[in-house]
């Protein structure tokens, strides 16, 4: 049912080959949003979830954004197809696990997702490559208007947007922004980051992981307050510090070169060597190996195209990814040859390191 | 920065910072020694941040520990137990239970930011219509003739306007 969505030759994370950057792999904004005389979902009844997953997905059909877009209903994906939109960030553990009566919005371009009945009855979903929180709140607000058009939505003076969590309530905005950040990892300041963000209401999660550990130096960083600021506020905040940490992870890069060169060489050739020589690479290993390449694009080792290319994999990489390809639910130990075989093919083109041209940059 | 946390539970310094994922939200706690171990922060899975928030924040007073939602039947008990409301009506029934806790978990606790425009003045036509309809209705029944041909014309400017103001938006 997804290949379509899976094969589609311009989606935004796994096909956009000129605006990967350095540090900022996305931008994500996420709405949260309700309509008036229904329980949340989690409180209605099958009849009323129907009603309420028939009437948003008939009106989301009719917007522009979603022209040839595609609709799941979620009890009609099979485990897999769910944990590959998982795996892509256009759907919620959450709705996996949803009863009867939810559903999936996504566009052609896979910028934009509206998930139907999960906590909330709706929850709209923009992303886009890069840094981009402005232009994106500019996106999301503008189709969430076109949407409160002709629905009811839900929402109170005082309180704002209504949302069944009290974490979402007012704006029901979360803001976020995936970064990669190796320099602060391997320099062991991540977790002073990761304290000194939380005082500012800012919540870092890590990325391409179960739970909170992070593999692949990938985070996650959000605004955790919804209620009592401005949208553009919140997204001013956030931004602020997203620059300074963005300065941090510059700075920690060019003091690791400095302070254990050799060390840092070693670890991005031994990736390279792994990525296109092993044949057996489980998840962790290869998320480890890619960040490290990608460190290597933003040092100039490799050129400036093969980023994409390398977060392209860090999507393709993933066991729900890798097992959909191969057409099969297949246990880790073949998933992982799978994945080697995977990478040995694709890096097989990759140009060598250039060594020399981190001299310049020192 | 960072030195100086409470605990969330009570006001001994926190020495156990806690980011939990919870139906996927992620949720930062700190807390001291003693209460980590009282709310057996070893056994994640056993710790409960809805419990939390009820002991630190809710009150308990009786009269507060007895409601219950006409729409959709939550009670305190259960907006306790999951800290989740279950429908727009829950909000004005368990609002002197929710301010306390929006007040630490928000920067303010009113809204300051997009408001649904067309849908409110949609909904406010709406009300509009239906208590003039009922007026309506009942000038009729009293064969007060006169009241009823004047309800008849707001309602038929009120739909003019109603109308008028979706084709300017669409
Ligand atoms: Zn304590
Ligand atoms: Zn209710």
Redesign the interface.
Known sequence: MIEPLLNCKDAELTHNTQKATPVVLSTRLRLAR?L?????P??ASLAQRSDILSKCSDHLSGLGKMKKGSFFEISELSDLEKQVLVERHLI???LCESQQGSGVYINKAQTCSVMINE?DHLRIQFLKTGFHLKNVWKQI?RF??EL??H?????????????????N???G?RASVMMHLPGLVLSDQME?V???V??L?I???GLFGE??DATGHVFQI?N????????GDIIDRLGNVLKTVIDHEVNARFKCLEDSRSKVLDQIGRAYGVLRNAHVVNSAEAMNMLSLLRLAVDFEMLPESNRAEIDRFFIECQPGHIQHATKSEIEPDERDVCRAKKLREELGSLPALDFDKLADLT | MGENLKCSNCDNQATVHLTQIINNKIIKVDLCESCAQAKGVTDPEGFSLADLLNKSHVPTHEEDSSLQCPDCGLTTADFRRTGRLGCSSCFTVFASLLRPVLEDMHVGTCHKGKTPDVALSRQSITVQLDKLEKALAKAIDEEAYEDAAKYRDQIKSLKEEAENYEYSQS
């Open positions: 309700n008036l005389g229904t329980p949340f989690e409180r919620s553990r959450e906590e607000d969430d208007t409160e058009e629905l009811d939505i839900a929402y109170d003076s005082e309180f704002g947007y209504l949302t069944a969590c009290p974490t309530l007012g704006t905005l002073r990761i304290r000194a939380n005082q209401g919540t870092v999660r739970g909170s959000s955790q307050q919804t209620l009592g600021e401005q949208e």
